[in-house]
Nanobody
Framework: QVHVVESGGGLVQPGGSLRLSCAAS????????MGWYRQAPGKQRELVAH???????NYADSVKGRFTISRANAKNTVYLQMNSLKPEDTAVYYC??????????????WGQGTQVTVSS
């Protein structure tokens, strides 16, 4: 059984910073890629940032230059450093682990989400 758990959300003022963490646990052999998605009320879930096991990254245009994704492969953990936060960044942020290989399975997994609210 694979579990993906996010942490680090909360309330922050515009211009502030937050750091999200996501850890995948279980009998994991490897993970191809990990990423962060977000979903604001009334909107579809969208990609925020993505990082492969080799370290290649991809960002949504709306967060480029403000957010940084990083990964600790040995710990099956991914981080999202969010700076210069704006009210439009308010959403539930979800972690995704793609191509997770265990001793017996291969699949994609989602965390339960963590709320980020940017407001004065």
């Amino acid at each position: 059984q694979v579990h993906v758990v996010e942490s680090g959300g909360g309330l922050v003022q515009p211009g502030g910073s937050l750091r999200l963490s996501c850890a995948a646990s279980g009998s994991i052999f490897s993970i191809n890629a990990m990423g962060w998605y977000r979903q604001a009320p009334g909107k579809q879930r969208e990609l925020v940032a993505h990082i492969t096991s080799g370290g290649s990254t991809n960002y949504a245009d709306s967060v480029k230059g403000r957010f940084t994704i990083s990964r600790a492969n040995a710990k099956n953990t991914v981080y999202l450093q969010m700076n210069s936060l704006k009210p439009e960044d308010t959403a539930v942020y979800y972690c995704n682990a793609r191509g997770v290989r265990t001793t017996s399975t291969r699949g994609d997994y989602w965390g339960q989400g963590t709320q980020v609210t940017v407001s004065s």
